[in-house]
């Protein structure tokens, strides 16, 4: 039985996404601080706390929506990664990596949301 979101595998790997997005941004262009690397981050963010917060919630409906909204702010991150490698603003490795992550904790999430659902 789990105790709290901390033990839930989702929950820590999308903190480590978290952490590889903030090292990716750090090499996004300054000028970009209040545009690119702000948005990226807080997508970033907004997934393990949603997490959190649904897993707090009494009803399952709810730990489900807040499931969705994390799972929505993975979309969110992907296109706003899709753009910094457009834009050319980090290796090709560094975005292979997040990237990685990112789909992993995409996946967990969808999984998590159908086991909600039945």
């Not at 595998?9 to 996404?17: A, C, D, G, P, R």
């Not at 290796?91 to 996946?107: H, Y």
């Amino acid at each position: 039985m789990i105790n709290s979101y901390k033990e839930l595998i989702v929950w820590q790997k999308s903190i480590e996404l978290v952490v590889e997005v903030y090292k990716l941004t750090d090499l996004y262009p300054k000028g970009e601080l209040y545009g690119l690397t702000s948005q990226t981050c807080r997508a970033a963010v907004s997934i393990p706390s949603n997490i959190a917060e649904g897993y707090t919630r009494k009803h399952r409906k709810e730990y489900a929506q807040f499931i969705r909204i994390a799972f929505s702010s993975g979309a969110e991150l992907e296109t706003q990664i899709i753009i910094a490698k457009k834009l050319g603003y980090a290796s090709e490795s560094i975005f292979n990596r997040v990237d990685a992550i990112l789909l992993e904790v995409m996946k967990m999430l969808n999984r998590l949301d159908s086991k909600l659902q039945n």
